[in-house]
């Protein structure tokens, strides 16, 4: 099969199999952040701006929120209501389109990474991966967010060398649409930028790289602009930053083990919050989160390298997207017996995608460019991990990397196994070690999730 014929077939599966769930889905019931995320776009097409206000804030004396979220989403969304009305199939339809491309762009990058054999089983299994499907049918930032990144990584990657600069222009613009949709990777660039300085040491590569990043920042600063002249206070993209930092920053060891914030803690800090006419600002929250956050880490060291470690399980923890949004009624009224088995395929993949993934990055070549720019991804996710709070759902940036190391694994399956029958050998010995060490610990983290999570999900079956 030619590969131009490969891609159109990889493509319409990707599509095929996104589309039968936005279709099978027909009764939407938003849920926390989606709930901001239409309401924004909502009052972008009514003339008043864009506003951010959460299910869970509603109830309590909370000024008007204007950049509690990124404004990218709601800007989609809102492209999106002013061609086919509030629609939400509209929406996952498109959000579907993206996704099926998303999977080719992940081929197109695998091959800038490895080699084309790679690149496609990876794709293919990024094309059928549960969490990868089932956000194309999630009102969430992560569809449009993928798309834009990937696309931003690819033409990033061909810039690096012998790439136009009307690529490299286009890898800035995009990394700066990519943070206006989720501000979490606002920084990886100033990360990249470092390593080269400090690590590659050419001139010109140093250049693309800077001109990138000066480039996605000019892209965020209109929107920071408009943040200082509305709130009167310097918030490059989002001002919920604050909040998430202080998620486990202020919690004891039970409630960062069951991997939830403590609501007295929330108490705390919107009491603290309030101004002298009872309001809580989202600005004046943002800040006496930070202050809250930074005494407990002071206070608290060794609880801060608990969560810390905890946080890195969480990353990388059993996906629970699907279970959670059932929780809360986003799928509607749904038999029980048809939620049990869509369970089993939205939540067990991962148990042998995250070790296979594991495996391949410990067999793979690691001195290429792209690859060490991909290393640094996880390593920027990891850190922000464990300094602050991550859902597992954050780390759908690292998915289809996951799923091209889950590839190498499967096509180098015959060096690993002999390895395993020759640990006499010193090299064979320690590939197999690592592997088994980095499982071994994710695994723990599996195991002390099913134990505190298992016992709430079977109550709400």
Known sequence: MSRHRA???????????????????????????????????????????????EVDLQDKRYRPFRAFLPPGYSVFLAGIYGVFGHSYFASR??????????????????????????????????AFYPQSVQFADLLQTETLFLFL????????????????????????????????VRSIIMFFMLLVLAYVVAFVRRRAITGRVLVVT???????????????????????????????FFQHNHSGFSY????????????EADRLAMDSEGYIDEIRLSRVCQSLAFRWIKEHPFLFVVKGIRQQWNLFSLERTFFVNMRRGYYGDVPKWLM????SYMGLPFILLLPLAIIGFVYTDRRGLAMRIVLLLFGYFMLLAFAAYILYRQRYPLLPFLCLFAAVAILRRKEVLADIKNLGDKSAKKRIVICASLITFYAIGWLIDIGLSVPALLGSV
């Open 340 to 343: 049990l088995i869509a369970g």
């Open 149 to 180: 990144f990937l696309l931003a990584m690819l033409c990033f990657m061909k810039s690096l060398y012998n790439g136009s600069w009307r690529v490299v222009v286009a890898a800035g613009v995009l990394f700066g649409a990519t943070a206006l």
């Open 256 to 267: 960062i083990m069951h991997n939830i914030s403590d609501a007295p803690g929330e108490d």
């Open 7 to 53: 891609i159109i077939w990889l493509f319409i599966a990707s599509l095929a199999v996104r589309l039968f769930l936005v279709l099978i889905h027909t009764d939407v019931k938003l849920v926390d952040e989606m709930n901001g995320y239409d309401y924004g776009a909502r009052t972008l097409l009514q003339g008043k701006g864009l506003y951010s206000v």
């Open 214 to 244: 000066l480039l996605m920042f000019a892209v965020i600063s209109p929107w920071t602009i408009r943040n200082y002249l509305v709130l009167d206070a310097f918030v490059p993209i989002n001002s919920k930053v604050g909040w998430d």
């Open 93 to 126: 339809v498109v959000q579907s389109l993206l996704g099926a491309l998303s999977v080719i762009l992940a081929y197109l990058v695998g091959v800038r990474m490895f080699d084309k054999k790679v690149a496609l089983l990876g794709a293919w299994i990024l």
